[in-house]
């Protein structure tokens, strides 16, 4: 006779699916607000019962300390969020995202990416900083477009995409016969290579690069093809998800 075996068996939490967190919500009284509003609750509910309540030892660690392995310059653009395309859960990745993802050299009064590198360094003391451009990007589309196309001017937007204006030039002085998109698709990455060499002029950086307890990586989404590729600044990028073998 067969006896069943005594190891407890592991299954995955269930999902709460959208119907079950609208019952949640509906138990509620809340007040009526407009679909947009509806969203931001339903999306915290819906993090709070999947997420945050299954996994009460991360949160309660997370609540004493944070120790993420990574700093992300990203783009703010809605299709490029680095938690989602890269599967980083809380903790894992402290992140900076403006237009283009874009560094500027070193300024000690840039009160805005210099205090995001200073405390990931000093502070977190990560040992990875990734600069992540995009495809279809509208700064750089901006970027490669303005003033050549006698567009109205920007006053924020414009002023600080000439961050960029170094990898513009290389794309147009090597590809000077590349159609208006290909240079565009050029330029997303070659940004990328401008603000890593622009990381390097900040202290913190350049003595964490030589001292080797820092690395810095650049990576590109394409969001058309599902493809995301990877370098540093000494060798090719790799792109993932690798070629199936021949």
């Known amino acids: ?17 959208r119907e079950e967190v609208t019952t949640e919500l509906n138990g509620h009284s809340l007040p009526p607000f407009d679909p947009d509003v509806q969203r931001i609750i339903y999306g915290f509910t819906y993090f709070r019962l999947n997420n945050f309540d299954k996994n ?6 997370l609540a004493l300390h944070q120790s993420p392995r ?16 890269l599967n980083f859960q809380p903790g894992e990745a402290f992140l900076a995202r403006n237009i283009a993802n874009l560094v500027p050299k070193y ?27 995009h495809s279809r990007c509208g700064g750089i589309k901006r970027l490669m477009s303005h003033p050549e196309d006698c567009s109205p001017h920007y006053d924020f937007i414009d002023d600080w995409l000439k961050i960029a204006l170094p990898a513009k030039v290389k794309v147009q002085e090597e590809h000077p016969h590349a159609d208006f998109e290909k240079q565009c698709q050029y330029c997303e990455k070659e940004s990328v290579n401008n603000s890593i060499v622009n990381l390097k002029t900040y202290p913190l950086v350049k003595n964490g690069v030589s001292e080797k307890s ?3 990586l650049g990576g590109y989404y394409d969001f058309v093809n599902g493809k995301f590729e990877l370098w540093d600044y ?4 790799i792109t993932i998800p690798f070629s199936p073998p021949k």
């Open 1 to 17: 006779m067969a006896t069943q075996s005594s190891e407890p068996t592991t299954e995955e939490p269930k999902k709460l699916i």
């Open 56 to 61: 009460p030892e991360l949160y309660k660690e």
């Open 70 to 85: 990574f700093l992300i310059f990203a783009c703010s653009d809605s299709r490029v969020s680095p938690d989602v395309i």
């Open 107 to 133: 300024n000690q009064r840039d009160n805005g990416v210099g205090a995001v590198i200073e405390y990931a360094i000093k502070a977190l003391k990560v040992p990875n900083i990734l600069v992540i451009g």
């Open 214 to 216: 820092l690395q810095i």
């Open 234 to 237: 000494k060798s090719k990028p």
